[in-house]
């Protein structure tokens, strides 16, 4: 955008001054200055507001785009039972959709990570998460899984489950601070991953091998 904007500013100036020029008889010299200069400073300011409004509009693409439903979301609807039952509320942070699980016992409102950019931002550049708040990451099908730390800045509890809804691995991890991060692979492939503050899952009494699946009222 800079190198298309540089290219037409150069042909407006260039056509302004040659119409100052043939009309220079009618105004000085001092005065032809001024007058370039303010155009100059118009059109930079139009290129501004111009680059602006597109990065707002861009910013809105993203967030109409964000996927707010599934085919898992769907049967879990059907039959009133799995491991979320969906809301039809945003979150006021990522803007993606919001759920409830029980885990635990307790109720945890989850952010619900359907697409693949959702998955790969993550919870990145968050500097914090209420005790009673996660995502969940809600995968097509069935695979091997392995989640990093890059660009996160809050220690986090990863819990891998199955598409029964058992936990085949919980594993806590802390922010990357290096360049290199290392990678956290599940022990047993998974459909979905649950992130939660670290050390809610020894709270809630989590482990290997409990169900995370429900029946909702």
């Not at 220690?155 to 691995?169: H, K, Q, S, T, W």
């Not at 990357?176 to 009494?205: D, I, Q, R, T, W």
Request: glycine share 8%.
């Amino acid at each position: 955008m800079t190198a298309f904007y540089s290219v037409k500013m150069k042909r407006w100036l260039k056509v302004l001054i040659g119409t100052m020029r043939r009309t220079k008889h009618n105004m000085g010299l001092s005065e032809m200055q001024k007058s370039i200069k303010l155009w100059k400073r118009t059109l930079l300011l139009t290129v501004v507001g111009s680059l602006g409004l597109l990065t707002v509009t861009n910013n809105l693409a993203i967030g109409q785009q964000a996927v707010t439903q599934s085919p898992d979301l769907v049967t879990f609807q059907q039959n009133r039972a799995g491991i979320v039952k969906p809301s039809f509320g945003l979150s006021p942070i990522s803007g993606l959709r919001e759920g409830e699980m029980i885990v635990g016992g307790q109720p945890i409102l989850v952010e619900l990570a359907l697409d693949g950019y959702a998955q790969a931002k993550g919870l990145m550049y968050r500097e914090s998460m209420p005790e009673d708040r996660g995502m969940l990451f809600m995968f097509p099908s069935t695979q091997p899984l392995s989640f990093w730390m890059k660009n996160t800045l809050i220690p986090l509890d990863i819990i891998y489950i199955a598409e029964n809804g058992e936990i085949v691995d919980i594993v806590t991890a802390e922010p990357c601070k290096s360049a290199h991060c290392p990678s956290y692979p599940s022990k047993a492939p998974g459909k979905y991953v649950l992130e939660l503050n670290a050390g809610m899952a020894e709270k809630l009494g989590l482990q290997a091998g409990d169900n995370l699946n429900r029946q909702w009222n």
